[in-house]
């Protein structure tokens, strides 16, 4: 009687075991509690960020995109953002436990991400992706559910080229872009046509800090370009990009910088920061929140043209260059007035900017 107990007991087990490796894994909430509840009836929105916000420029844009659409059709729509740090080694696994969570619609971007946003949009058909600051390549992942966001950034950096030779008292001008992609290159390429349309005989140098978090290493590459003579740094990376600014404090007058992504002189008006302020000839600014928000409006509408990439440039509002305070002091009205017909002309094709694409 005992060995048959026995023996029934060790089937039971058996069978329960099987039937639990048989069970299909439970999709996580996409929110839970009072943020379920608000979620409810709506078009469930995430933005995923392979860094962290605070960066003053490109992913805070994205955030001010979400925050856009959040009042303008808040009924609608409910949004997160999740921060998968600075580490890359996470970035894959992250992105593809929060696609397991079933949301509407996936926000991301950058090179980095390229092959992960493929593989979210491949094993998750029922998801809008909007993929943006790469061009999705629909010949290797031919899907209909992506929706590519470009930025024109060669257009804006043009602008902002010619401010750094008319800003420049030595004639060489820097530029200080992360790691050496397609998308930086763009960045590089408009630049240093527009500083050489103003002059033509300036010395544009192009330096890679091989980082987007590190505040030091910017600060470091900075200083070095200023001690060698660029007086003008236009700081093309993220987190680490924000070291330039230090580093033109530290040099003092005579020595200016150029923001990135979002209006970065305003910003350090903002906070107090005037000297780093005072120091911004103006920042090209690559209007992530503008996207998101037309790419919403477009979703609505049944009109987003899903399957394919668009180029957001200077006539559809994708980039900018700033105007502050400082950009007054530093360029004055004729310089001013001399970048905004070059901006007409860009947008018209008067102009036609080189590309690194």
């Known amino acids: 009687m005992k060995k048959l107990i026995a023996v029934l007991m060790v089937l039971a087990m058996v069978l329960a075991f099987v039937g639990c490796a048989k069970e299909p894994a439970v999709e996580e909430p996409v929110a839970e509690g009072a943020a379920a509840e608000e979620a409810a009836d709506k078009i469930r929105l995430v933005y995923i960020i392979n860094g962290t916000l ?4 490109f992913f805070d844009s994205g955030k001010e995109g979400l925050d856009m659409i959040n009042e303008q059709y808040g009924d609608k729509f409910y949004t997160e953002v999740r921060e998968m740090s600075y580490d890359s080694s996470v970035w894959e696994s992250s992105a593809m436990d929060i696609a397991s969570e079933g949301w509407d619609i996936i926000v991301m971007g950058t090179w980095d991400m390229k092959a992960t946003a493929a593989k979210i949009a491949e094993e998750y058909p029922e998801t809008k992706v909007w993929y943006f600051d790469e061009q999705w390549d629909f010949e290797a992942s031919p899907v209909d559910n992506a929706y590519g966001m470009l930025f024109a950034q060669n257009e804006g950096s043009y602008l902002v080229g010619m401010a750094a030779a008319r800003a420049s008292k030595t004639g060489k001008v820097a530029f200080m872009g992360g790691y050496e992609n397609t998308v930086l290159q763009d960045f590089a390429v408009g630049y240093a046509q527009g500083a050489k349309a103003v002059n033509p005989d300036i010395d544009v140098n192009v330096s890679w800090t091989q980082s987007f978090d590190d505040v030091s290493i910017g600060k470091d590459i900075s200083l070095g370009l200023y001690q060698q003579g660029y007086d003008v740094v236009f700081s093309c990376c993220g987190n680490c990009g924000l070291g330039a600014f230090d580093a033109v404090v530290e040099m003092g007058e005579g020595y200016h910088v150029i923001g990135v992504d979002g209006n970065q002189g305003a910003y350090w008006e ?28 477009l979703h609505l509408e049944g009109t987003c043209p899903y399957g394919t990439n668009e180029t957001l440039g200077l006539a559809e509002g994708g980039v900018s260059f700033s105007v502050t305070d400082a950009t007054k002091a530093i360029l004055g009205d004729e310089v001013i007035a001399e970048m905004e017909k070059a901006q007409a002309d860009i947008a018209s094709g008067a102009i036609a900017v080189d590309t690194a694409f």
């Not at 920061?273 to 992530?288: L, R, W």
């Open 54 to 57: 605070g960066d003053k420029s």
């Open 270 to 297: 903002s906070i107090g920061e005037t000297a780093k302020a005072a120091a911004t000839i103006t920042s090209m600014q690559k209007n992530v929140n503008n996207a998101f928000l037309r790419a919403a409006g």
